[in-house]
Structure formats: structure tokens, C-alpha cells
């Protein structure tokens, strides 16, 4: 089953020319592509997902639904993109097969401090976040060579 992980570009220049109310802004016009994008799949389609910030990362069921997913996600921002410039909600992604059906995210007490919470992520996520921020730059999606061709 495929992880589809999306990070939105530009977060950081939104927060220095605009400050912390334009990078809210493009955190919530980001989980509204994210949720423009996941919509039309049935809930079969998708095993569980998370948006945080400026990212998403959505387990799929199989290949297609993750190019669907992508497809809208991408073509929505760049296509909001060549009607206002200034926007330019890009974003930059990968799909890879998930080894695990580990939680992305698991919260723990840190062992020095009971009231500190340590988050670890699973092994597929950080896979997925160093591939996408591997070098590669502006709009575009990785996917895994291993990933079926969708029919």
C-alpha cells in the first residue's frame, strides 16, 4: 500500500515577509487542497492520513487512488497559481510503498521529563520526508519505482 506525502513550498518566506498570519493562512489553504484532494475517493480507498502544518501524509489503499489524490491536489494549487501569482501555493510530494502499517505519528512521555511529549515517527514517514526533501527543487512528485503502473 502507498504513502502519498505532500509538503507545502514556501511556508518559511510566507512567515518572513508576511509574518504568522500568512503562514496560517497557507497552512489552511493547504488542508483545504488536502481535503479538496482526498474528497471524491470513497473512505475504502483511504487507510488513514494526517496533515500537520504544512504536510500530508495519506495511506492508500493502492497506486491509483495516490496519483488521483496527487493529481487533484496539484493541479488545484497550480492551477489557483496562474490565475493569482502572488499565491503560489506549490507544493512537492512523493508516493513510496509503506513497508508497515505502523501509526505515522506516536506520541510518548520523554524519559527525562513525564510532562514533555517525545513524537516519533514510523520508519515509512521519515523515508518519505527525506525523499521529498532530497534536493530536488519546485513542483513536482517522486514516485516509487517498485509502485505498480495504475491500469
Known sequence: MPLLFIDLLGVKFRWVSGGRSTAEEAFEHFRTLVAWGINEECPAAIICGTVESDCAAIDCR????????AKRIYLKGFRETERDVKTRYWVRGVIIPRSTHDAFRTPTAFRERANVDLIRYSGDLLDAINIEKCGFKGMRLLIAEELERPK
Open 62 to 69: 493502492d497506486a491509483s487512488t495516490a496519483l488521483r489524490i
